[in-house]
């Protein structure tokens, strides 16, 4: 099992703090109230999913946790809506970057620079534990899964979400010869249905949902973006969307304690 001093832990720390999620989308001054507007813009065009799907207004007066919570775009929707939130993250520039977000939002977080793996927090202290694309980013997936589960009540729920190897994205990146985003990651693990519902086999129930299907990319240019954005996102897009479930990039557990 990794420990703290292990390089691959240390590798993904110094990874994420210079590598945050969808930094290149904006060109706002970093940590300007545009800046964060066109991350939470961005994101959630990207994965206009997560609005259906993940219940940001149902958690007021209630505890959630974030486990790699980056600048804190998702987390600013849970507490908007009530909820008394804390973000964690291995990468010391992120938190800075949660912090000065909520503060311009007048809002209220408690923010560690603290390794998903190894929590400093109480058992069953929270009544969600929310980690979106983390798992599979980080040096030991089954331990930070563990972790979730051990600071989560009795009933509480946990949302996780992994890359899915047998996806349309993942055979587009290698038909087109095109590295997906992070693909030099320290760590990098995509998973089947079959593997990611076994990392989660200690909670009482999962449900699973896959999505992620193609919208129009701002980060590829060239011919083989032109490609992309003018014919495979609307070919693909027509096809009736039980046929193509599947194959979604993203796999999304929802797993109750």
């Known amino acids: 099992m990794p420990q703290p001093s292990d390089p691959t832990t240390a590798a993904v720390r110094a990874y994420w703090n210079v590598r945050i999620h969808d930094l290149e989308i904006t060109k706002h001054p970093v940590g300007s109230p545009a800046f964060f507007s066109d991350l939470d813009e961005y994101h959630f065009d990207k994965l206009h999913h997560l609005l259906q799907l993940i219940p940001f207004t149902q958690y007021a007066g209630r505890r959630v946790l974030e486990v790699g919570c980056g600048a804190g775009t998702d987390l600013v929707r849970f507490a908007q809506h009530g909820a008394g939130v804390t973000g964690v993250d291995i990468a010391d520039s992120a938190i800075r970057l949660a912090q000065a977000n909520f503060r311009q939002r007048g809002l209220d977080a408690t923010l560690l620079v603290e390794d998903g793996e190894r929590l400093p927090l ?27 589960r051990r600071v989560l009540k009795p009933g509480g729920q946990a949302i996780f979400q992994v890359y899915n190897r047998l996806s349309w994205l993942n055979a587009l990146s290698m038909v087109m010869k095109v590295d997906l985003e992070h693909a030099d990651a320290p760590a990098l693990r995509k998973y089947s249905m079959a593997e990611f519902r076994s990392l989660l086999s ?28 003018g014919v495979f996102v609307g070919a693909f897009n027509l096809l009736p969307r039980a046929l193509v479930r599947p194959l979604g990039w993203h796999l999304l557990a929802f797993c109750e304690r």
Do not use: M
Not at 122 to 148: I, K, M, P, S, W
Not at 202 to 229: C, D, M, Q
């Open 202 to 229: 200690a909670f009482s129930r999962v449900r699973l949902i896959a999505e992620r299907f193609p919208v129009k990319s701002r980060l590829h240019g060239g011919w083989k973006g032109t490609l992309y954005n």
């Open 122 to 148: 109480a058992d069953n202290a929270f009544d969600l534990v929310y980690a979106h694309g983390v798992v599979q980013y980080t040096a030991d997936g089954r331990r930070l899964v563990e972790e979730c």
